[in-house]
């Protein structure tokens, strides 16, 4: 297949002919806005209308609210009314809404509406909301919302006899996704039907949550999803705003539009991250680790979000945290705990960026502990070639990996060796404090129904579908069940189909999700669309190609098994004359009778589901070298370099943007995002001129990337890869910038004053 195709989409996405939610205009629409919470933590004692067209929790009639649910021991369940009922549990949160005839006149009766609030203790972090005394966010014994434990192999009696131990304490701050188009959502019934247009990365599951937030029949809402600008996670998530647009389109009987703006979506969106994980290595001299214990405590915000849960993102940091170490022995807790913020949610690299900075970290730690290169200790603990599959101690199946291969490309790329010399070189010669860093990670990609029935996720189905439909012309219409926020999709998914029906990709239209036309599935999250829903186009195009034989068979009275396809004629092998092309089947596809008195069905279309097996997982080896201003703790990154393995690489450009990306992300959360919120829950950082983004001058110049192909053996033999970089970025930089100032990183971002802090413990600050 062509591993370098131009993104058929760019032209539209950016030329201005994309057509986004806010480009949506409907005749009479009216536009909402909410009312929102300026309390972390309070009680509503009333709301004072200031004009007719205002809503609130008592008007919600027949509307049930967002209760997320999962089916696993120690979950606690929350429900969130689409407007607060009784209290408000995080600032931002939606009180209550008007609509206007534009946005701006919303805006101005939204900030006429007065609400009485009974200010009530807030709880602004994990550690005050898990003291006994701590008040309570919910009608429940504690604020834990999830809590699990795991035992694999004997940890307890491999550390009584360890020869060496390592620990270490790491946290990660709360981060937002940014995407460049915040959340919207346009609604307008019809009739009995509710026409719904939303920006979503599940728009089956949304259909579903909605309906049943709404007390509708799925068959009565139509789910259109518009051209979208980024997802990251964010939005794969149910959120309040979505159903009272909906209900006030239905209780208004004309179209309601909600489109956020970048203050609601960095202080009333899902948030991400925060997370703290103590580590503890037992190991032998020589550096070998035999056991491992974690634990893992969240601060996942005030509710459970639709449809992940606040398990998420602390069991995902649990389960990966031995990456693609051989750790036989490995204990873990994981404590998802309910605080004044936002609800965490989804966000690239879920889970996985959190295990792997914590990871990466401890062999930092062990390798200076035994006295070996960060290099080394990582070469004697990866996972062997000959082990797949590879049974984590986490309980995790590692279908594969090239773990050694990926660091061995990667110490060969940059010379590692003659690079460390050049380090000492340099800092002996003129003081620069010059650090490299390694992490290596393995990601788990390509869920399906088993990995989430697992977790006890009851509301992701897992599989996949795509419906492959050729028109009488020879043209090829693609409908998919999950969308693109900006991937690609539509290219990457008519490649799939141009190569199996040897159709040019410029007759291949890949259609915008609608859920009266396009098959249910699951959705585009956790580096998955390149295994699950790519193996359903598969699947779909092979059947259509075989319905293509069987009516070229008819028409050349042949045998199937003695044609062959090539360059879009099918012929009947060994003869030149016999053949008919693919817009010559497709005519005759829609001719009746077809076949020898009419046994073939008309037409030539498939539809095909895919619920791909248990997880496979991709894996890359990444290498920074970062420079630290001694006088301001500002950090220059110098050079990056991946080895990256997603198996079959499907389009090369689009896998390049896609590492380019995620570094940016990881870079952002390892040196500069942070959501920062006051000890009363306030946040503080709430525009872009306090959450700060990375910017093009300050990534490096250039990203090496190399690529190792071992397919897995799902269909195509590739592997996700998505979210790579912002799992590696994030330990590499950090690892760095230990080495640099010669002492211990124990959180991200790395902000100028926590560099300085580290080097007046080294005692290598320059005032």
């Not at 909600?258 to 203050?263: A, G």
């Not at 490649?495 to 396009?518: G, K, T």
Request: charged letters at 20%; one cysteine or more.
């Amino acid at each position: 297949m062509t591993a370098g195709i131009t993104r058929h989409e760019d032209p539209r996405l950016l030329s201005g002919r994309a057509r986004y939610l806010d480009d949506i205009r409907l005749p009479g629409a009216l536009h909402a806005a909410f009312v929102r919470s300026p309390h972390a933590h309070a009680r509503i004692l009333r709301v004072r209308r200031a004009a007719e067209w205002v809503w609130t929790y008592e008007d919600l009639e027949g509307v049930h609210p967002i209760a997320p649910r999962l089916d696993a021991d120690g979950f606690t369940p929350t429900a969130q009314w689409p407007l607060a009922a009784d209290r408000v549990r995080y600032v931002g949160e939606p009180v209550a809404v008007v609509v206007a005839a534009d946005r701006y006149e919303a805006e101005d009766l939204a900030e006429r509406v007065e609400v009485d609030y009974d200010p009530l203790p807030t709880v602004a972090d994990a550690e005050t909301a898990l003291r006994p005394d701590a008040p309570r966010l919910h009608d429940a014994a504690s604020n834990i919302l999830y809590h699990r434990s795991h035992h694999g192999g004997d940890p307890e009696a491999v550390f009584r006899h360890a020869p060496v131990t390592v620990c270490i304490d790491v946290r990660s701050a709360r981060c937002a996704a940014s995407p460049m188009e915040g959340r919207g959502i346009l609604a307008a019934y019809e009739g009995q039907m509710l026409h719904v247009w939303i920006g979503t990365q599940v728009p089956a599951l949304i259909r579903s949550a909605l309906a049943a937030c709404l007390g509708l029949p799925e068959h009565r809402i139509r789910l259109l999803v518009p051209d979208t600008g980024g997802g990251f996670g964010q939005k794969m998530h149910l959120y309040p705003e979505d159903v009272v647009v909906c209900w006030l389109a239905a209780r208004l009987g004309r179209p309601v539009k909600w489109v956020e703006d970048r203050r609601e979506n960095l202080t009333a969106a899902t948030q991400a991250r925060e997370e703290r994980v103590e580590v503890e290595v037992a190991a032998t001299t020589e550096g070998r680790v035999l056991g491992l214990r974690g634990r893992v405590v969240g601060d996942v915000g005030a509710y459970h979000v639709f449809p992940t849960t606040a398990a998420l993102e602390p069991l995902g940091a649990a389960q990966i945290l031995p990456g693609p170490y051989a750790v036989d022995h490995y204990a873990y807790e994981v404590l998802a705990v309910c605080t004044n913020k936002p609800p965490t949610g989804a966000y690239r690299g879920v889970g996985m960026t959190v295990g792997a900075f914590a990871m990466e970290r401890a062999m930092d730690c062990l390798a200076r502990e035994v006295g070996l290169d960060a290099v080394e200790v990582r070469r004697r603990n990866l996972i062997s070639p000959d082990a797949f599959p590879y049974q984590s101690a986490s309980g995790l199946t590692y279908d594969g990996g090239s773990f050694h291969q990926a660091l061995q490309r990667l110490c060969e790329a940059t010379d590692y060796e003659r690079l460390r010399a050049d380090q000492q070189r340099e800092r002996t010669r003129s003081g620069r404090l010059l650090g490299i860093g390694v992490a290596c990670y393995t990601e788990y990609t390509g869920m399906g129904s088993a990995t989430f029935a697992r977790r006890g996720m009851t509301d992701i189905p897992g599989h996949e579908a795509a419906a492959v439909r050729v028109d009488p012309s020879g043209s090829v219409r693609v409908s998919l069940s999950f969308t693109s926020q900006g991937q690609g999709h539509e290219t990457t998914m008519a490649q799939i189909v141009a190569e199996v029906l040897q159709v040019p990709a410029d007759r291949i239209q890949v259609e915008p999700f609608d859920s009266r036309a396009s098959p249910h599935g699951s959705g585009t999250f956790g580096s998955r669309t390149s295994v699950a829903g790519a193996g359903a186009v598969y699947g779909a195009a092979l059947r259509v190609r075989e319905r293509a034989l069987a009516i070229a068979s008819s028409l050349l009275e042949a045998a199937v098994s003695d044609l062959e396809w090539e360059g879009g004629r099918i012929r009947v092998r060994g003869s030149l004359s016999r053949s008919v092309t693919f817009d010559e089947v497709a005519r005759a596809a829609y001719k009746i009778p077809l076949g020898k008195a009419g046994t073939l069905q008309p037409g030539l279309e498939a539809v095909e589901y895919f619920d791909p097996p248990p997880a496979t997982f991709s894996n890359a080896a990444h290498l920074a070298v970062v420079e630290v201003d001694p006088h301001t703790g500002a950090l220059r990154p110098l050079r990056y370099v991946v080895v990256e393995d997603c198996g079959r690489v499907l389009n090369a450009r689009i896998v390049r943007g896609q590492i380019h990306g995620a570094i940016a992300q990881g870079l952002g959360e390892a040196v500069l995002e942070h959501a920062v919120y006051g000890p009363d829950g306030q946040p503080l950082a709430s525009t872009f001129m306090d959450y700060l983004l990375p910017l093009a001058t300050d990534m490096p110049d250039g990203i090496e990337i190399l690529h190792l192909e071992n397919p897995s053996d799902r269909p195509g033999g590739m592997k996700g890869m998505a979210e790579g970089g912002a799992i590696g970025a994030p330990a590499a930089i950090a690892n760095a910038v230990s080495d640099a100032v010669g002492a211990q990183v124990q959180r991200i971002p790395l902000t100028p004053e926590y560099v300085l802090a580290l080097l007046d413990h080294s005692g290598r600050r320059q005032t």
